[in-house]
Every structure is written in C-alpha cells, then in structure tokens.
T-cell receptor, first 113, second 114 residues
Framework: KQEVTQIPAALSVPEGENLVLNCSFTDSAIYNLQWFRQDPGKGLTSLLLIQSSQREQTSGRLNASLDKSSGRSTLYIAASQPGDSATYLCAVPPSGGSYIPTFGRGTSLIVHP | EAGVAQSPRYKIIEKRQSVAFWCNPISGHATLYWYQQILGQGPKLLIQFQNNGVVDDSQLPKDRFSAERLKGVDSTLKIQPAKLEDSAVYLC????????????FGQGTRLTVV
C-alpha cells in the first residue's frame, strides 16, 4: 500500500525566501506525481504534474523534481510571496491498475510580509 | 474551460439526518473521484468511477455512504444516516481517463454534522 509523507508539516517564512517542500512515497511504481495547492476552505488547484519518465517540471516560480528510485519529489518555490500562503499537497497514483492518487497530509505554508 | 462543479458549498445537518452532494465533472472526463478530507489531513479516496462503472469503492463506508453516476456524467454522493465523524470537506475530482492524466478538483462541499 502506497504511503505518502510530506515534510515539513508547517512552514512560516518571511517574504522573498526560496523554499523547499518535500514529498516521499514508499512504492516507486508510479504513473506520475502531482503537486496541488489548497487555499483555506477551497478545493485543490493543480500546480504541476510530473510524468514517471520525467525528472522535473517548471511553472513560473515553481519547480518540481522527481526521483522515482529514491521515492522522493521536491517542490521548489522561488522568491516566496504572501500570496503563496496555502497548503501544498502531493499526490501519487500507482502504475499498476487504476489511477487512484494517494495524498500526503500536506505542508501548510505561511509567507509573511 | 469550465471546471469541476460541486454543490452545495456548505451544509450543516444534525446527526442521523441524510445529506446528498452533487458533482458535475469537466466535460469529456471519463473518470470521477469522490474524496473525503478531514481537517488537517490529506484527501482520502472514497470512490472512483470510470464512466458509469465503479472502479474502486474499498474505502467507502457502505453501511451509510452511497454514490452513483448513472449516465456517466454527473454524480451524487449520499450519507444516510450521518455521524459526527462525517464532518469533513467532500471533494469531487475528474480526469480525462484513469491512466496517467491530470486530476482536476472542485471547490468541495464542507459538511458539518452537529
């Protein structure tokens, strides 16, 4: 059974810092890995999707890397802004059978001015 | 492109009452998921549909939860009777297929059982 762990659970930083959010998973047989953002009281917004054959994806100030063999993904946020404050979740579906993403508990990020 | 639509946004009910949630996925998306997210936790899959068939409902408490997607488009999730521990956000998501494609989520329905 896939288990997904996200570290740290919470992070509070001043504006402008470069951030690293970590996601680890126990079963490396995955289809892909998806990073989401969740604002309080809202649904999930997809940020980046990394296919199992890729090593990284970039979107604006966000960069996500994937190391399947070690069961890890990292989300980098450059030059953080207060608007980045949210919970960040990673989801990992297994490669065998149906695409059923398993989520981590998320990293709660606060960026203060 | 319209996203995944869910209603209602909020619902407060007393324990032992019934409640139903509705989801309209992105047009053309064959796969639909219902997740339960308890405060402070990641979403937990309740049920996955591929068109109008159930792919996985192993974590659905079938004694009180039911879901259907009769025409392979909209879906409803029902709880009857509700318990206090059912208080959570219920998220609906859809994806184009059930393999290797991006999942898109609705805004969720926040349920409070008192």
């Amino acid at each position: 059974k896939q288990e997904v762990t996200q570290i740290p659970a919470a992070l509070s930083v001043p504006e402008g810092e470069n951030l690293v959010l970590n996601c680890s998973f126990t079963d490396s047989a995955i289809y892909n890995l998806q990073w989401f953002r969740q604002d309080p009281g809202k649904g999930l917004t997809s940020l980046l999707l990394i296919q199992s054959s890729q090593r990284e994806q970039t979107s604006g100030r966000l960069n996500a890397s994937l190391d399947k063999s070690s069961g890890r993904s990292t989300l980098y946020i450059a030059a953080s802004q207060p608007g980045d404050s949210a919970t960040y979740l990673c989801a990992v579906p297994p490669s065998g059978g149906s695409y059923i993403p398993t989520f981590g508990r998320g990293t709660s990020l606060i960026v203060h001015p | 492109e319209a996203g995944v639509a869910q209603s209602p946004r909020y619902k407060i009910i007393e324990k032992r009452q019934s409640v139903a949630f509705w989801c309209n996925p992105i047009s053309g998306h064959a796969t639909l998921y219902w997740y339960q997210q308890i405060l402070g936790q990641g979403p937990k899959l309740l049920i996955q549909f591929q068109n109008n068939g159930v792919v996985d409902d192993s974590q659905l408490p079938k004694d009180r939860f039911s879901a259907e997607r009769l025409k392979g488009v909209d879906s409803t999730l029902k709880i009857q009777p509700a318990k206090l521990e059912d208080s959570a956000v219920y998220l609906c998501a859809s994806s184009l297929t059930d393999t290797n494609t991006e999942a898109f989520f609705g805004q969720g329905t926040r349920l409070t059982v008192v």
